[in-house]
């Protein structure tokens, strides 16, 4: 069954479209992250595809300079998702994380016009 993303959505064929929330995950290397990646640099890879095995797709990703290492941009189906993606990666004891859903400038502006919603 093929997949097609487009906009936040994917559309599986023969099936119904599944939204995919947008969030930011904030990653801080461990000690002992910091020395595995400074042994096999290549390993950041190998966690990216982990990433999208688990469902989540991976946008975008960045080092950072600062207080956080990296930052990634992501798509994933659940809340839940991202919660077991950022459960399962901390459990390594390379990382520790900081997930963030992400709202669009569009959905925002849309759901603050509705004046009829319950507050």
């Given amino acids: ?55 989540v797709k991976l946008l975008h990703q960045y080092a950072l300079l600062g207080q956080y290492d990296f930052v990634s941009i992501l798509e994933a189906p659940s809340n839940e998702a991202m919660a077991k993606l950022a459960i399962r990666l901390s459990a390594k004891g390379t990382t520790q994380t900081l997930t963030l859903a992400a709202i669009t400038i569009d959905a925002l502006i849309e759901t603050l016009k509705q004046k009829e919603a319950p507050w």
């Fill in 1 to 55: 069954m093929g997949k097609q993303y487009l906009h936040n959505t994917v559309k599986e064929y023969d099936q119904e479209e599944v939204a995919m929330s947008v969030y930011l995950m904030l990653t801080t290397l461990t000690d002992e992250g910091r020395k595995s990646l400074q042994e096999d640099p290549e390993s950041l890879r190998d966690i990216n595809k982990e990433v999208e095995h688990m469902g």
